[in-house]
Structures are given as structure tokens and as C-alpha cells.
């Protein structure tokens, strides 16, 4: 997940974007990168509480009152976004962040007998499936999700549509283009070469018991190397000299050479978004990023939304289903958590299609996979690694 490492930095050409956001939905605010954050937990963004309350059947209900949206620590929206969807659908909708996604997911389990909330956003296809299982989510298909959704839905294992896709984004090994050149030493491009003797005590990852990312990363390796051939690469990775930080933050912003707390390691594992604030605002068009992503190394995350069960207001629940699919939500998704969104309507910022264009062929691992070894997954990986 990301930080604020990246709030207040604005990538190159972004006066551009802000001007076609300022046309299309007003102005607004930024936050952090891959997985960022912008309330912090239990941060009421918006409520002005004036009572909850719905009518009729889906698609043709009134939605009014207040809605609770629960999300992740990373979650952050445009102010003036969100003030429009509140003044054109007389709802007013109150955030309250509740930790990383596995702990969104788990206190959705733990409170599914008295829900914190009526929506939720941020539950990835690593922790999808527990979600569904633990049955906290109610079906909704939105009038929307034509827009591209469903390509990220996730089909089979989700048959009832609890679960919608809102965006996505690839967790990849960033590289410090300055480092290398300055060293005369080639990049590696490849898991394997992460292994290397050439790049002994250079990479730095993230733990996956602690870190979103750093769960997505392992993911990565067990697609790559499958089930019964990761742990010996990792044990490689150990060997190689590979340094794990608890978060993101401490990974990028401390460790990495490239970004602003010019660490020791050129090596980090991040997000394929991440090269483009690494570009000064000023640089001419075609500056070449001093980082970039190695796209053969991408774990691909897919962040969804969903009705809780026994929500005080479902139909304005379904409404913000609505609003996380629109447009003016959507474009506003680069720029305020540095992901892609699932619209295939909607341009990416130019400085993302020159310096941070998504991986064609990311690794995935089924969620219902996922769901049924990722404790296990972890432990190993964390008596391999850390023991």
C-alpha cells in the first residue's frame, strides 16, 4: 500500500491534468502513491449525519441521508469530486478509514453481525476471497461497470457480483536509472537476475506480513517460480544480500537511492506509477525519468467495492458504487492514489502513458489460491527470510 511519500508531488506535466480536472470536475487535492493514503484511520472526511433512508428497488430507489463508506488507510478522493456527487444525490457520505486492506477486510468479518458501515472500498484480490467467504457483502451489478469493471471483476468467484472493481494497479521492482549508469553496471530485468551476485546488496523489499506491496511481491515470486519452487528462490534473494523493511515508506522513501531519502539500494519494490513523481515538475517534455519499473517483475492488485451486509442505508451504498465507477471519480484516480482506473473511457495523464504505462503481462494468482495459502505462504516465507 502506499504513503504519503508522494502527497504534494506533482508529476511532470501535471499543471496540464489539473486543468482538464479543473474542466471536468472542479479543482482538488492529492495524496500518496500505489495504495495511498489520505484520511487517517477513523477520520470522519465528511458527515454532517441528517438521518439515512431509501426507497423503491435498485436502479430505481431514492437514496438519502448519510452514508458510511469504509475504506483503507490510502484511500483519498477529490474534495470538490465528492462535494459534487454529495450536492446531486442529497446524500452526504462519511468516510471512515479502518487500517490496510487485510485490516478492512478482517474487522468486515469481525463487526459482520453490527457493520461499521453501508459500503466498502479497498479490499484487493489478496484478501477478495475472505471477504466473500466470510459473507459481508451483499450482490450489486452497477449501471456502470460496463465502463470496464467487469474485465477486472472477478467472474467465477464472484458469481453473484458482490464484489466491483474500482481500479488497479502493478506492484514491480523499481530500478534507479542514475545509480546504474553512475556504476557502469547493466540493469537486471528479470526475477533471476534480482538473485544475482551482480546485485548483491542492492535490492530492498517489503515484508508481506506486514506490507501490502510486500504481500503482492511474494505473490509475484509464486507465480513466477510456483508453489514448490518460490521458497528456494527466496532463499536466493537471502543469500543475495536482500534487506526487508516493514512498509513501503521505509522501503522507498529511506532505503532507495532514487527517490528523496537517497538510500543505499537501487533496487525497490514499488509500484509501476512510480517513476513519474520521480520526474522534476519542471523538466522539459521527453526528460527521461531517473526511475522506472522492471514490468517483468509485476504482481498486478485489483481494488474493489461493495454493499456490507446489513447496511443501515443500501440504496445510498449503491449509490457510491455508482459514483466510485463515474467519470469524474475515475479521472481523478491517478492523482489521487496513484492507481489506473478500471474506465477505459478515461486518458491516463501524459506523464503516466510516457513514464508509467502498466504491465501487459502481470503476474496474478487465483484469489481463491490466494485465500487458501496466504497464511501459509506468509509463515513460510517469513521463516525462510526472517528466521
Same mark, same amino acid.
Given at each position: 500500500?502506499?504513503? $504519503? ?29 500505489? &495504495? ?9 472526511? +465528511? ?5 439515512? &433512508? ?45 487500517? @490496510? ?17 453501508? $459500503? ?15 459473507? %459481508?457483502? !451483499?450482490?450489486?451489478? +452497477? ?23 474500482? !481500479?488497479?494497479?502493478? %506492484? ?59 521458497? @528456494? ?16 515508506? @521505509? ?55 461493495? %454493499? ?17 465507477? +463515474?467519470?469524474?471519480?475515475?479521472? #481523478? ?48 516465507? #517469513? ?5
Amino acid at each position: 500500500m502506499r504513503t $504519503a511519500l508522494f502527497a504534494g508531488r506533482r508529476p511532470v506535466l501535471a499543471a496540464a491534468l489539473a486543468g482538464i480536472l479543473l474542466l471536468a470536475t472542479g479543482c482538488g487535492s492529492g495524496s500518496e502513491p500505489a &495504495g495511498s493514503t489520505g484520511t487517517s484511520t477513523d477520520t470522519a472526511v +465528511s458527515s454532517s449525519a441528517a438521518g439515512s &433512508g431509501s426507497s423503491g428497488t435498485p436502479g430505481t430507489e431514492v437514496a438519502t441521508g448519510e452514508v458510511v463508506l469504509i475504506t483503507h488507510d490510502s484511500f483519498n478522493v477529490d474534495e470538490q469530486v465528492l462535494a459534487d456527487f454529495e450536492k446531486s444525490s442529497g446524500l452526504t457520505v462519511t468516510l471512515l478509514a479502518q487500517g @490496510d486492506a487485510g485490516a478492512v477486510t478482517n474487522k468486515l468479518v469481525l463487526t459482520k453481525d453490527n457493520p461499521l458501515g453501508d $459500503a466498502v472500498f479497498g479490499i484487493d484480490n489478496t484478501f477478495a476471497s475472505r471477504a466473500l467467504e466470510a459473507g %459481508v457483502l !451483499d450482490p450489486y451489478t +452497477s449501471p456502470e461497470a460496463g465502463n470496464g469493471s467487469d474485465e477486472h471483476g472477478l467472474g467465477a468467484g464472484d458469481p453473484d457480483h458482490r464484489l466491483t472493481a474500482v !481500479d488497479y494497479g502493478d %506492484v514491480c521492482v523499481n530500478v534507479d536509472h542514475t545509480w546504474f549508469t553512475d556504476k557502469g553496471l547493466a540493469e537486471p530485468t528479470t526475477y533471476e537476475q534480482l538473485a544475482d551476485p551482480a546485485y548483491k546488496d542492492l535490492l530492498v523489499v517489503e515484508s508481506p506480513a506486514t506490507s501490502s506491496p510486500g504481500l503482492a511481491f511474494l505473490l509475484g515470486t509464486v507465480a513466477h517460480f510456483g508453489a514448490d519452487g518460490w521458497q @528456494d528462490y527466496w532463499t536466493s534473494l537471502k543469500a543475495n544480500g536482500v534487506k526487508v523493511t516493514s512498509g513501503w515508506e @521505509d522501503a522507498y522513501g529511506v532505503d532507495f537511492s532514487g527517490s528523496s531519502g537517497k538510500g543505499a539500494r537501487p533496487l525497490v519494490v514499488s509500484y509501476a506509477s512510480s517513476p513519474p513523481y520521480e520526474v522534476p515538475a519542471d523538466a522539459a517534455a521527453g526528460t527521461p525519468a531517473p526511475t522506472g519499473a522492471l514490468l517483468d517483475t509485476c504482481f498486478r492488485q485489483v481494488e474493489y467495492a461493495g %454493499v456490507l451486509t446489513g447496511a443501515k442505508n443500501p440504496a445510498g451504498a449503491r449509490k457510491v458504487i455508482d459514483f466510485l465507477l +463515474s467519470q469524474e471519480f475515475q479521472t #481523478s484516480l491517478p492523482e489521487q492514489m496513484y492507481v489506473y482506473p478500471v474506465d477505459t473511457a478515461v486518458d491516463l495523464p501524459a506523464s503516466w502513458t510516457e513514464y508509467a504505462p502498466p504491465a501487459t503481462d502481470p503476474a496474478t494468482v487465483d484469489p481463491a489460491e490466494i485465500a487458501t495459502n496466504r497464511e501459509d505462504w506468509v509463515q513460510t516465507w #517469513s521463516d525462510l527470510v526472517e528466521g
